[in-house]
């Protein structure tokens, strides 16, 4: 018996995994997916047209690029339904509105009307009942400290320029998102009380806490 069945977890579940930078997203996402055995899915870059113009001018391209991914990601999830679920999502639609667009906003490098019109449009596409929300979404969670050793240590050029105080900001604006959370279920793990790195049966844990909530939402579904 694997785990999927002996934890009585459905074989259609839509799981969608969310946190900041560093919080091991896809360390966790390749895991639940050969534990479940479900596919994966995983943001594309390669082919974005904004990313490289954005990082050259946040205030001319912050929109286009939040549009950007908010088509993206909107036909994934479609996919990933059509398809008939069985899916680990690594990052969630959410997280753009609620937290990047917001930041762009906030610090006026996207203009209060465009950051009107997005989230008009987010509210029209998905924050209705005809949207396919996730069966569920696990946050990552840790603190600051840890997640700056994660980010040090994986030493992405990129990441080490970038000041600490946006490290800072971003995981303040994703502890206050999540805390304001309600389009799904959502189970929270401490990233410092796993290491699926050097511990890949710990696993286990986190699949036994997935089949606990799945239970007892209205959308789970016997069909393992």
């Known amino acids: 018996m694997n785990l999927r069945e002996k934890y009585g977890i459905p074989n259609n579940a839509v799981i969608t995994i969310a946190g900041?930078?560093?919080?091991?997203?896809?360390?966790?996402?390749?895991?639940?997916?050969?534990?479940?055995?479900?596919?994966?899915?995983?943001?594309n870059v390669d082919h974005n047209p904004y990313l490289d113009r954005f990082y050259d001018d946040f205030?001319?391209?912050?929109?286009?690029?939040?549009?950007?991914?908010?088509?993206e990601r909107?036909?994934?999830?479609?996919?990933?339904?059509?398809?008939?679920?069985?899916?680990?999502?690594?990052r969630s639609i959410y997280e753009d509105t609620g937290i990047f667009a917001r930041m762009?906003?906030?610090?006026?490098?996207?203009?209060?009307?465009?950051?009107?019109?997005?989230?008009?449009?987010?509210?029209?596409?998905?924050?209705?009942?005809?949207?396919?929300?996730?069966?569920l979404l696990i946050y990552l969670g840790g603190s600051l400290d840890t997640i700056l050793s994660r980010i040090q240590e994986r030493g992405r050029a990129m990441e080490q320029q970038t000041?600490?105080?946006?490290?800072?900001e971003l995981h303040t604006r994703y502890e206050k998102w999540i805390?304001?959370?309600?389009?799904?279920?959502?189970?929270?793990?401490?990233?410092?009380?796993?290491?699926?790195?050097?511990?890949?049966?710990?696993?286990?844990?986190?699949?036994?806490?997935?089949?606990?909530?799945?239970?007892?939402?209205s959308r789970y579904k016997k069909n393992y």
Not at 113 to 123: I, K, P, R
């Open 74 to 90: 909107f036909k994934e999830q479609k996919r990933i339904f059509e398809y008939g679920g069985g899916f680990i999502q690594d």
């Open 20 to 43: 900041s930078v560093g919080v091991g997203k896809s360390t966790m996402t390749k895991a639940l997916a050969k534990a479940l055995h479900y596919r994966t899915s995983f943001e």
């Open 163 to 168: 000041p600490i105080a946006y490290w800072e």
């Open 179 to 217: 805390n304001d959370f309600h389009a799904c279920p959502v189970l929270r793990l401490d990233i410092e009380e796993y290491d699926l790195k050097n511990d890949p049966n710990g696993v286990e844990i986190v699949v036994e806490r997935i089949g606990h909530i799945l239970k007892q939402t």
């Open 104 to 135: 762009h906003k906030d610090k006026g490098t996207m203009t209060a009307e465009d950051f009107d019109t997005y989230t008009q449009l987010f509210d029209a596409m998905v924050m209705t009942p005809y949207f396919p929300h996730p069966d």
């Open 59 to 71: 205030e001319k391209w912050s929109f286009h690029l939040q549009i950007y991914f908010l088509a």
